[in-house]
């Protein structure tokens, strides 16, 4: 004899409340969280490295978290910034999860804070089901990947609040087909911002600047992040 | 491989349900649905799961996974539809674009089959 017993627990439910005291954590302190995926070599610690000496200059107080399989090289590289940067190793797992985050925030002082942008372990497939607390979810796209990248890897697009289109400076040089990407990426995200950016020419990134800060603005509501 | 992550909760999801001890029941099996944007590929989680059960009581429990669709809500038709894939988030009566998805991310243990046995601990129905 068997019997059947209802659960309906989600399988993720400990990331998820981690990820939802976070939340709170960094709505309290009025910060402005990010989660940036994307695959390899998309740019992401390029962007984020220009990112962070743009909000230094101008007065924002941000600070990274960076995640990799191995190595302090990212850290090492934007802690040039100014900005305080802390190192997230994974020893080889493919993503990041909400404990890791709060772990490693578990010494700094959030209230200090305006913008902390999360940089996951650049992947396509595994963080998109693993929520960090952030507010915004930034998904990166390199002209130099094939345009229909988010339609082979539709999951981590359709989840971003914010695309990003990264190395617009060599655009012309790859023969990057604008047009072809944007139709993949509003076929599976109809919704979220594309801004285009160069962390070489600094093209797009004070407007990416102002897309975070948005998403803590008094009323909750999004600015209309300006023409780069 | 993230699947081994998603099997080693699956696992802790269900071991933290049932009682401990020589009263707890034998699990059968483990009935999952994983929906289609929640970026778990079944077959990798299933075998994941072996890996993760092995030497815990869900050791001869099989795992059964269930796949749920997109589901989006389409405002000009004001209502509710299941999309084929996950690359056009479109209605697919009149073709409007929506990111107002109402299903497809699921990712939570169903059910359990048990083997009949005494009754289980608090917080479980």
Same mark, same amino acid.
């Given at each position: ?9 989600? #399988?993720?439910?400990? !990331? ?9 954590? +960094?709505?309290?302190?009025? #910060?402005?969280?990010? !989660? ?27 600070? *990274? ?6 190595? $302090?090289? $990212? ?30 925030? *578990? ?8 913008? /902390?942008? #999360? ?10 089901? +693993? $929520?960090?607390?952030? $507010? ?19 999951? #981590? +697009? ?30 599976? !995200?109809?919704?979220?911002?594309? /801004? ?21 603005? *008094? ?10 | ?27 059968? @099996? ?19 799961? =072996?890996?993760?059960? @092995? ?10 996974? @269930? ?14 539809? @299941? ?32 083997? =009949? ?9």
């Amino acid at each position: 004899m068997s019997r059947i017993v209802d659960l309906k627990r989600g #399988i993720l439910e400990k !990331n998820d409340l981690q990820a939802s005291a976070l939340r709170e954590a +960094f709505r309290e302190a009025g #910060i402005a969280v990010s !989660n940036w995926v994307s695959s390899p070599g998309t740019g992401k610690t390029a962007l984020l490295e220009a990112l962070l000496a743009h909000a230094v200059t101008t007065g924002i107080a941000a600070a *990274a978290l960076v995640g990799d399989c191995a190595t $302090d090289n $990212d850290a090492r590289r934007l802690a040039r910034s100014g900005a305080p940067v802390r190192q997230i190793v994974t020893e080889g797992l493919c993503h990041l999860e909400s404990d890791m985050v709060g772990e490693h925030l *578990a010494d700094w002082d959030l209230a200090a804070l305006e913008l /902390l942008v #999360i940089e996951n372990v650049g992947n396509l497939v595994c963080p998109s089901g +693993f $929520d960090l607390g952030e $507010d915004t979810r930034v998904a990166l796209l390199s002209v130099t990947e094939g345009e229909d990248k988010p339609l082979k890897y539709p999951q #981590i +697009f359709h989840s971003a609040d914010v695309i990003v289109i990264t190395k617009t400076d060599i655009a012309e040089a790859v023969e990057w087909n604008a047009g072809a990407a944007y139709d993949a990426l509003r076929s599976v !995200n109809p919704e979220a911002p594309i /801004l285009e950016t160069s962390s070489r020419t600094g093209r797009g990134v004070d407007s990416l600047l102002h897309q975070l800060l948005s998403s803590v603005s *008094a009323d909750g509501s999004r600015l209309t992040p300006q023409e780069a | 491989m993230h699947e081994l992550s998603v099997a080693h909760a699956v696992v802790s999801t269900v071991v933290e349900a049932l009682p401990a001890g020589p009263s707890a029941p034998r699990v059968l @099996e483990v009935h999952v649905r994983v929906g289609v944007l929640s970026g778990v590929v079944p077959d990798a989680l299933s075998y994941a799961y =072996d890996v993760a059960a @092995e030497g815990t009581p869900l050791a001869d429990a099989a795992l059964h996974v @269930e796949r749920s669709p997109v589901v989006i809500h389409c405002a000009e038709c004001d209502g509710d539809a @299941e999309l084929l894939g996950t690359t056009d988030f479109r209605c697919p009566a009149c073709g409007t674009p929506s990111g107002d998805v109402r299903g497809g991310r699921e990712l939570e243990v169903l059910r359990l089959v048990l083997d =009949d046995a005494p009754a289980l601990a608090g917080g479980m129905p």
